[in-house]
């Protein structure tokens, strides 16, 4: 019990053998001056600016706001959360658009050809192509930004939930036939929980490029957000906030996959059991 207890441990902690070996890379070399701190700030410098950018700029005062409002009053959480704020709201409106067209492309042929041709040609084009036209539609602020959000998580949610109803075993649905399954019923209670883990690794990606789209859409369209932070941070040439920006960014990207995984995971026991017999 121990030997194993300890192997899982020793698993983990590999994990930040190369992290914390670059950490320490990045450290000498720019204490050294072998690298411009200027341009490449070290790593204490970056925690530090962090921890500024994390902490609230004004004093507090029980007079205007409670300690708990003035805690994260600070302008990294204020930017962070504009940022997950149009992520969610972006890849919830991309997810109710994507699935159900989804389902009904890869359960009826008809549809599907009806369809497919204006998908295939639409799919390649980048998110970030439709700047120029969300601004003109929508003008600044979170529409824009939402718009394109919309964009990079309609696609991927959309062709996994197609090719998830399209590649059920076909030896599910003989059996629901053989037992005089409705086609509602077929759908219902047999292509839909076999194209689940389609679903649920679309709706995967989806989240990850919202997470990416609005980083850049934020550099554009609006004036909050870790992007527009970062941006700021460029003009006047701050290497260590915009290094703590994307550390930032990237700590949130890894807490959003991991509750995906984790929520995959809890979904799709019964798929993993079929998988393990």
Known sequence: MKSIFTGKVFDRLQGFLVPLTLLALWQYLSSQSIINPQILPAPTTVIAKWWEYLLPTESFDATKSSYVAWLFSGEMIRDAYASLYRVVVGFLIGGILALPLGLVMGANDRVYKLFNPL??????????????????????????????????????????????????????IRAARSLGASQTTMFIRVILPAATPYILTGARIGVGTAFIVVIVAEMIAVNNGLGYRILEAREFFWSDKIIAGMFTIGLLGLAID????????????????????
């Not at 799919?123 to 964009?151: C, D, E, M, Q």
């Not at 991991?258 to 017999?277: A, D, I, P, Q, V």
């Open 119 to 172: 998908i295939q040609v639409l799919r390649p084009i980048p998110p970030i192509a439709f700047i120029p036209l969300s601004i003109l539609w929508f003008g600044l602020g979170n529409p824009p930004a939402i718009f394109l959000i919309v964009l990079g998580a309609f696609f991927p949610i959309l062709m996994n939930t197609i090719a998830g109803v399209r590649h059920v075993d076909s030896i599910y």
């Open 258 to 277: 991991t509750g995906m995984n984790h929520l995959n995971n809890h979904l799709l026991k019964w798929h993993r059991g079929m998988e393990s017999k």
